[in-house]
């Protein structure tokens, strides 16, 4: 029963690990892999099929059978008695009477082992179940039967010897002394024997427990030879165990540091030293025969004899080389932003924390924010937004020193803590970063940054205080140099998007110039005249988020093309209401492709509803279109394109301003 009591906690963990759902816990499929991989015989049993559900690698090798061939093999292939006893044994355990029974097991080989079986019974799925641990006692049971053969023998030799003495004369009190004598001789010759066996028994019991566990074990004599080295210290090392036995330990274990230059502190020898347990330093790697790189986990600890003298030590490795790359990983990611690479804000507050000391001033802190992003988001979407993040990153890399730390503070803010560093140093600093900022582009975008920066000089001063100086310097200067920076942007934009076609830059060109001229031959006011140049000039930018082939594509457009075209007036508004200046402007821009009679687009506006600037656009472009064959490649005659403006009178354009406009053209 001593051995239930112990086993059972191993019980309680394989059948709650058994029962629970895949993935449900990195720690239960831990404890599951090491029971299938290294726990004992075990079997769990379906006792309605009258078969094996599972067994680990354990019980397929004891059995003789494979792991995928021992699921759901009758238990007839398995038991070497009547199923009857099987029955009256799973009765015994349902009801808890007894757990542990002794029987013999056939193995696929033919041979039968006797063991000891522990069964528990565990409900699963809604079946009964039986759960069974098994320990082959058949060497055991040998030892105890040759046991009771000697006691027997030596016991029928007594009898025979009294008995032949009895015989010839009558046995004399010195001859029954001498008799009791030799008795006691071979009685404590048998019990010696018999200790020799087991003592034998139990050093090769733990010898293959030593070379059978998961972890490499390594046991060295006291000049540090080579005794023992299992299978799994076979494979770290890359040393087959009948060239490491005899040899120098440190010919087999080759350690070294991970870091570069720095040494690692030898487990065995400070064990064979201190005569205590040792344990390897956790940045400690182990160099295999063939190159190979392993972080170990280990102890060392010295091996004494019975006088307590240290006679050698063992040493238990195990690779931890995944478990420390996963933990790098999550380190990683805890204190790294995932999109830059740089670090994150719970790092950037620990650090500042941690360098607000006088060892570190004058202590410099730098607080940038990217101007363009909101921008670039709008126009583009996130996915280049966040390759503009990712390439302001790079230029913080690129012009900070080793000694400062950079993180992504916020969406679009960045904070830079440089230590040392004194007001006139980061202001330099500061204008290599603009000037490396000012040249990344996206999508004809400029990467520029406001950035501010405050120095902490003296020990009194607030950390806070001095970040929060940085940051109002920061929002300060984006503030006063707004105008300024939204004015290159756009120009930037267009610029880009001219270059890319140079037919949109032609079409834009006319259509303004004609609007002018149309504009002031209606009378419209300066503002409305202002209004409507800078509107005809900038109707088509939303197209700049096309691709270069629709853009210019003369021609019919595909049904996919003629959609990504219907969305430029949305991007065009989008863009402009970006910007303080052309704010007034975006209405234009958004229904220059509405129609009279409603069946215009984006949103589908009708007659007056439409902006009277935006109906001039409307007409002034589809007559340019026409007669520079902007879409299909074939100019019309100036006659032609009036013809179908009157046509379209009152239906696509404006029936009031569709005649004044033939007058206007026909007048030359």
């Not at 565990?122 to 179940?129: A, P």
């Not at 001033?361 to 966040?386: A, E, M, R």
Request: hydrophobic share 40%.
């Amino acid at each position: 029963m001593k051995k239930a009591v112990v086993v059972l906690p191993l019980i309680s963990l394989f059948l709650v690990s058994f029962s629970l759902p895949v993935h449900s816990n990195p720690v239960d499929d831990c404890i599951w892999q090491n029971l299938d991989d290294h726990g004992p015989i075990m079997l769990l049993i379906d006792p309605e099929k009258g078969s094996v559900e599972y067994g680990n690698q354990a019980a397929a090798a004891f059995f003789g059978y494979p792991a995928d061939a021992l699921a759901g093999l009758p238990l007839a292939e398995l038991t070497a008695g009547s199923l009857d006893e099987l029955a009256a044994i799973w009765e015994e355990a349902l009801a808890q009477e007894e757990n542990s029974f002794v029987l013999e097991r056939r193995l696929a080989s033919g041979e039968t082992r006797a063991v000891e079986i522990y069964v528990y019974p565990h409900r699963l799925e809604g079946r009964e179940m039986f759960f069974s641990i098994i320990h082959d006692i058949t060497e055991e049971k040998q030892l105890a039967a040759r046991e009771r053969l000697m006691a027997a023998a030596y016991f029928i030799s007594l009898v025979a010897i009294i008995g032949c003495l009895l015989f010839i004369n009558h046995l004399r009190e010195e001859d029954l002394q001498q008799v009791i004598v030799l008795m006691n001789g071979v009685w404590q010759a048998k019990e010696k024997r018999e200790a020799v066996e087991k003592l034998t028994l139990e050093r090769k019991k733990y010898y293959l427990t030593l070379l059978s566990i998961g972890d490499g074990v390594m046991v060295v004599d006291r000049e540090g030879r080579i005794e023992i080295l299992n299978g799994v210290g076979q494979k770290l090392t890359g040393w087959p165990a009948h060239e490491a036995v005899g040899r120098h330990y440190q010919e087999v274990f080759v350690l070294a540091h991970e870091g570069e230059g720095q040494e690692v502190q030898d487990p065995i020898a400070a064990a064979l030293a201190t005569e205590r347990i040792q344990k390897l330093d956790d940045r400690a790697v182990l160099i295999s025969r063939d190159g190979k790189r392993y972080h170990l986990e280990d102890s060392a600890a010295p091996i004494k004899d019975s006088t307590g003298a240290t006679i050698g030590a063992v040493l238990v490795f195990r690779d931890v080389t995944a478990e420390k790359e996963q933990r790098k990983k999550i380190e990683y990611l805890s204190y790294r932003d995932p999109l830059t690479g740089l670090y994150n804000r719970r790092f950037i507050e620990e650090k500042l924390q941690e360098l607000d000391g006088a060892e570190n001033l004058p202590l410099s802190i730098i607080v940038g924010d990217i101007n363009s992003l909101k921008l670039v988001n709008d126009i583009f979407g996130h996915t280049y937004g966040d390759l503009l993040l990712q390439q302001t990153a790079e230029v913080f890399r690129r012009v900070l020193r080793a000694g400062d730390i950079v993180a992504r503070w916020g969406g679009d803010e960045f904070l830079v803590l440089l230590p040392k560093t004194g007001a006139r140093e980061v202001e330099k600093i500061v204008a290599r970063i603009k000037d490396e900022a000012g040249q990344e582009y996206i999508r004809g975008i400029q990467g520029t940054i406001s950035l501010g920066y405050a120095t902490k000089e003296k020990g009194e001063q607030g950390i806070r205080q001095v970040l929060q100086a940085a940051e109002d310097a920061m929002y300060t200067e984006k503030s006063l140099g707004r105008d300024s920076n939204d004015r290159r942007m756009l120009g930037n934009l267009l610029a880009a998007f001219h270059k890319a076609s140079a037919r949109e830059r032609g079409h834009a060109e006319r259509v303004t110039q004609l609007c002018r001229n149309f504009g002031i031959k209606l009378g419209l006011s300066p503002r409305e005249l202002e209004q409507l140049v800078e509107a005809s000039f900038l109707h088509d930018l939303g197209k700049i988020v096309l691709d270069g082939e629709v853009v210019n594509k003369v021609g019919v457009l595909t049904e996919q093309e003629w959609s990504q075209v219907k969305r430029h007036p949305v991007v065009g508004c989008r863009i402009l209401k970006l910007f303080d200046e052309t704010f007034d402007l975006a209405d234009i821009v958004l229904t220059h492709h509405e129609r009279w009679d409603g069946r215009g687009y984006p949103m589908g506006l009708a007659g007056e509803e439409i902006p009277l600037l935006a109906r001039i656009v409307s007409l002034v472009e589809a007559y340019d279109a026409m007669v520079s064959g902007f879409y299909s490649g074939h100019p019309l005659a100036r006659e032609e394109a009036l013809g179908i403006i009157e046509a379209g009178a009152g239906s696509q354009f404006d029936p009031q301003l569709a005649p004044a406009f033939c007058r206007f053209i026909a007048a030359g």
